[in-house]
């Protein structure tokens, strides 16, 4: 009898040691947000831009060519699209409004398009307005060139700065030795605009002769993340890698992010690319992944419907299947990583909408909406 309650006095004390440190530990610790996805918007094949309108509504760009409006359960094709070559990767891509849209109507699209001399086709940036489920006095902003029939890295996604600019991105076409690197040609380049399409008169390479001016940074293989920092208002991005080597950077004017004289990644076939993963005058990532997670979609969480994630970063990944949260420290370094809606599908988008959630635009799937349980 005394044996046991010895030991029972000892475990006691075992307990309470044991308690008392997860308590102190309990600070230092990530704590989770538990949430459930709800299916928003369902039956979507690649759905692969969305944006929210001021009276509730959805618009949703599926890549093979189609731009729906999600009102009230319901979904409507908008029609008078402009025409889009669909192939491999290439379709229609994002969507986003005008910063004013409540003043202006003008929504702004990036498809690929087969417009020019060359068969194939390029990445095109086009604005509309909505009128009777039909888009109206649309105006192609801006159309890379030259064209070609590959299918791949056409980007691409469209953001906003806090002083009105409009950014898109433009993969390389899978041109990687000629395009990223020179600035006379497009493709691996992030752009800048004012909202009319004109060139801003401070880009970096107005007045470089033969260079194009729209052309804001490049050295990029293929851009599907663009937004813009809630607190610095610093445009992010990040890119697809080859078979590892996908980044994160912060984009800066003129500035050279490296592809394909400097990566983390090495080719599909298991060669070496470079051996360099940095290089003197080039931009280095703040963060990539090695293996790839072919990241799309990426979002800043605000909002106090996830009070444990406020700041955090979202990204969706296509190759495996899931959303992934990221912790920045104060000089933005991706200090942890975690994975939400494990094994969903392949993540093409995410947003924080207007109403504070998080909604995910899944493949073969739809939109989810995450609501904290």
Not at 32 to 53: C, H, R, Y
Not at 155 to 181: A, H, M, V, W
Not at 196 to 208: A, L, R, T
Not at 298 to 318: C, H, N
Request: proline residues 5%; neutral net charge; hydrophobic residues 35%.
């Amino acid at each position: 009898m005394k044996k046991s309650i010895f030991l029972l006095n000892l475990f006691v004390v075992w307990l309470n040691f044991s308690c008392a440190q997860r308590t102190e530990n309990k600070p230092d610790e990530i704590k989770k947000t538990i949430v459930e996805s709800v299916l928003f918007v369902d039956d979507m094949q690649i759905p692969w831009g969305f944006a929210f309108l001021p009276n509730g509504e959805l618009l949703i760009t599926e890549k093979r060519g189609e731009l729906i409006l999600f009102k009230n359960n319901k979904k409507t094709q908008i029609t008078n699209l402009p025409e889009i070559y669909v192939r491999g990767q290439g379709g229609l891509m994002d969507v986003a409004l005008h910063p004013n849209y409540d003043e202006n109507g003008w929504i702004y699209l990036t498809y690929s398009s087969a417009e020019g001399d060359k068969k194939g086709g390029h990445t095109a940036l086009m604005r509309a307005k909505l009128k009777n489920n039909q888009l109206t006095q649309k105006e192609v902003l801006y159309k890379a060139s030259p064209n070609t029939t590959k299918g791949q890295h056409f980007g691409s996604r469209i953001t906003f700065d806090n002083k009105g600019f409009l950014y898109f991105s433009i993969g390389e076409r899978g041109e990687r030795d000629i395009n990223p690197q020179d600035i006379k040609r497009d493709g691996g380049k992030i752009y800048r605009l004012n909202d009319d399409g004109s060139i801003p008169n401070d880009n970096p390479f107005v007045g470089v002769d033969g260079a194009k001016t729209a052309i804001y940074s490049y050295g990029h293989r293929n851009p599907q993340g663009l937004v813009k920092h809630p607190s610095t208002g610093e445009i992010w991005n990040h890119e697809h890698g080859p078979r590892g080597g996908d980044e994160i950077n912060i984009i800066k004017k003129g500035a050279n992010y490296g592809w394909p004289l400097v990566t983390f990644g090495i080719n599909y076939s298991g060669t070496t690319i470079t051996d360099l993963t940095e290089m003197e005058g080039m931009e280095s990532p703040i963060h990539q992944w090695t293996p790839s997670i072919a990241p799309s979609g990426m979002a800043f969480i605000t909002s106090d419907k996830y009070p444990e994630w406020q700041g955090r970063l979202l990204v969706g990944s296509l190759v495996f299947r899931y959303l992934e949260l990221l912790k920045l420290d104060n000089s933005n370094n991706i200090i942890q990583r975690e994975k939400l809606m494990s094994d969903v599908g392949r993540v093409r988008n995410v947003k924080q909408g207007p109403d504070g959630f998080i909604y995910v635009a899944v493949e073969g799937k739809g939109i989810y909406k995450l609501l904290p349980n």
